[in-house]
Nanobody
């Protein structure tokens, strides 16, 4: 099992940046592929970015403003978000699973509780 705790959310103005972190504990972090999902009001939980256990491969459904990374020595996952827009407002979740090639939340085995990102003037 792995426990996940997100941090770094908050209120940011349009065009601003945020860096989210997800601290993992309880199991060998590098064993898991990791991902960030987000869920806005009334929306389903959508994949934002994913990364393999080694960090050697990444996947973005939409490329451009977000960058996923991990530090296996610190058991921490990151999401760098730039040029934020109001439509990026959502609760951001980190999640872990074994394997690769996933695209939906159904593939994930472990979840954090989320951190709220609000993009507004």
């Amino acid at each position: 099992q792995v426990q996940l705790v997100e941090s770094g959310g908050g209120l940011v103005q349009p065009g601003g940046s945020l860096r989210l972190s997800c601290a993992a504990s309880g199991s060998t972090f590098s064993t898991y592929s990791m991902a960030w999902f987000r869920q806005g009001p009334g929306n389903k939980r959508d994949l934002v970015a994913a990364i393999t256990g080694s960090g050697g491969s990444t996947y973005y459904p939409v490329k451009g403003r977000f960058t996923i990374s991990r530090d296996n020595a610190k058991s921490t996952l990151y999401l760098e978000m730039n040029s934020l827009k109001p439509e990026d407002t959502a609760v951001y979740f980190c999640a872990a699973t074994t394997g690769w090639g996933f695209r939906s939340s159904a593939a994930m085995r472990y979840w954090g509780k989320g951190t709220l990102v609000t993009v507004s003037e």
